[in-house]
């Protein structure tokens, strides 16, 4: 640990293991190097020492006295304490000849291993829990597998995924979809019978959480899917949405685990005046206490069941409408048995409520990000989950599009702005994520009013070339290669933004813990035009000597820049590049 | 309670009787208030509600067989909600009419009184200490009585101070000061005969913290000096010194309550290289805990000894220095006697200790105020105590000067800097203080290297001229006036800063709870010239309607003037006056 300002010490533990440890923080009066520091500072002030040196004599031999280890270790290491001790008490030897007798090295090194510690205190048990670094490290790519010919399909799309450097593939719910007021194409009210439905209307007469919808493969073809992707060092992302479709099992089997009205009808979700008819939210709170710890068993169960087919990161859908003493149960209980299980909470509500899901247990969350366009407001909000109150224990994804959120400026956008929000999402965070099309440019809104797409995804089938030329996917491969490629990136507490006085341009820079990798991301927030500015570096925080040289490679060109000093100018023309992204090197360049 | 954004609601509990109170907050879902909101906005959106109103009929009926009260009011009440339960059941009536009997002031009465609490949950209970006023609002003067004509002469200048507005005369110790190694005058290590030593060396064959210095006069005239205080509206405040002079009766009765040496000496104070030798600290944790036991009681002892002759104010010596696990303890102990009991903390020292030492139960604590003397600290500083993490607990006290401080811009000031700082600590806190002298701008250091006064009081008696013509006797009276008759200025976290670009110009306003007292403070910071400005106020936080004119008096020289608008320009003569105190008011001036 070292000493802060203000009585405020830090430390850093390491654990080699994944889930539950404790720790405790002891703190001591350190008796001889208290002793140590008051003898010297009174003797370099010409005052007499020589209690100070019969104290320090004393201190020595109960040192002496306590020595541990093999008696032939504890022989030589008293000896030389007691020796010490005794020219320390020598009144004929000058105060320099005995004040250095307990600065031998060897001395030091038996203090060091046997300090005496007086007034020992320490804090409580502190719970912490270690995650797998993909908690923190993560490239999230969302399909719909319907999209792509279903399991098998998206089984073939893997490699391809993989090609662009994505490590977890999130589905959509893969249960059997209700027929009882399905939902047609863009979100109407009657479907037409060869309407596919909304995924998260979960569960029909084939089953419910725990059953495949058959359009999609059999469980074979589920289970071929989550080994393909395991092959390629990633991993399948299910939805965990635990609401109903009117069809679901659980609605006649289990009518106690939902909200009734005084007209027999069982309650479906509204958020007045908006009626989702389609589902059912359930009742967390059933009047018997029996029923409850039935219905939280039960949504247990479907953890477990898809845990033992392979899933380790569940995606969990507005975790903020269920009580929060669900998740602590249900996450704590779930983690005891498969510390390797992790939780992305979709919440996008009151900043103290996705900080309290954190709390409880999600290993990560979706963000405000998509509303974050503007230069102050991006500064603020990734030094907000990057160093706020709750970053300690709150993991932020950054997601530039999702199925129910085509926002801002990629609204009819064009390929500038995709790519300038990519690079933002997957250098400000260490998680980021895009749902499919993203590559594509997909950038039809439904509505002026709201923020759907145009014959969106969730209600019906969208066939995509992914091969069409001009598209994305060179880009997004080249950023994924570099996120693996830089520790820089791969860490949250750690951005530094660098002043500059264009508004369109963002500079910020992160470093790995050990120093040795550096990368500073300067960014055009203006899709329109070529931007300019002269930044004001903190070199301090590139770790530049400022009076040497030092080489900006830029990681999307190929470029390298020798730069000296902390003004730099740079330009940047959004149809060529949105950013640099540079890696920092001192010394001149090659 | 209201809302606040972002999950947050506040709300204000306010305690008929000081000492110990606890409070718990309750939190539930008010079921009938969700229902009419829900109701309503599907009405107004076209809706079919009748389940709704079925929903809501009944609603009322649960209520209406939970009413308590007497018979009649019970019948009354039950009758207006069944017959509105009614009409909201009757199909053949409009949705507008069903809904309305719901709404009917009746029903919203009986609702109001008796809700219907659905997921009651409650916070644990939170314990809250309620002080009497003057813990927060309070106008100290310290003195030394043995430079007053000891107590009998003290008793004589109350009227004075009591004239000058001040509620407190704290004395530094009055018990016996020893002998050996007792210092001299300007700290010197060797007393001439007639030198009267610290008053902080307590205890000598005379006695030890319960005995008085025989020079001070009697027991009894102490009783006439509380007493006469105590008719004044005013009260003594002694200093709670936990130390020894080496003559203490304790080092011989208890020597176990000591720290001793090798060669058999007790140890005496020290910050090495500095040594005091006429002091010999406590050792709170002697190895003993039966004597850990003797000694807190002892103290406590001490406390008990002096609130039973009438004191209720303790002024505490370096309490950073003895452990918090003492604090605790006696504090509550006391408390629990003798609720109205408070102590001021004399800690210089990190924020973090002094924080803590509020928080384990000092009602107020000194600050770093003599030491802010610029416009951005003195912003940032009273900004931290009045509305910073430790403001819910630590009450400040600004102390222009004190005996052991005579700091910056005092040093060798003149009257123009000493009527500044006066008006920035009795203005931006409610509790302050000076320490004699001062109304007659006492300023020669001792060195250049230390906060000394030259001569210093704490090893020599000082008489002064206390009406001396042109001292500040009659402005310090005008200041603790207008605190008295200032509502706002007797709060603490309702500082407002008013931006201005002058360096030299302060400016900022205290408004009282219910915004009916409103005073801005302007301060020129350069006690050497004129400076003027454009102040930038706040127009809301003065209460003021920026569409009208308003009028500022100055309480200091009786002048108005009518402003309108948020620029008013200010103009400050040091020489005539270092600020004006005005108190603001909507409408013309007369």
Redesign the interface.
Known sequence: MRQL????WVGAISADEIGPHEYMVYAWTDTLATWR??TQ??H??G?NID?EL??GS?LLEAVAARIKGSAAAKKEKSASLKQAAEILRNKYLPDETRLAAVEAAVVLEVLDTHPIRK?VSSSAEMPLWVDRPRALFSSWYELFPRSNGGFEGTTKRLAALSDMGFDIIYLPPIHPIGVTDRKGRNNTTIAEPDDVGSPWAIGSSLGGHTAIEPSLGTFEDFDALVEEARALGMEISLDYALQCSPDHPWVKEHPEWFHH???G?IKFA?N??K?YQDIYPINF?PPKDEDRAALWSACRDILEFWIARGIKFFRVDNPHTKPLAFWAWVIRKVQAKHPEVLFLAEAFT????MARLAEVGFSQSYTYFTWRVGKQELVEYALEVAQGPASDYMRPNFWPNTPDILSGPLRNGGPAVFRLRLVLAATMSPSYGIYSGYELYENLPARATDEEYLNSEKYEIRERNYDAPGSMVPFITRINALRRAHPALQQLHNIVFHDNPNPHILAYSKASDDGSDVVLTVVNLDPGRWQETTVNLDLGALGVDASQPFTVHDELTGSAYQWWGPHPYVRLEPADQPAHIFSVTQGAAD
């Open positions: 300002p203000n009585h405020r520091r008051d500072v009174k370099a002030a005052q209690v019969e104290e004393l007034d009205r005084p007209d009808t509204e007045p005046p009626k709170w009151h900043p103290k409520m």
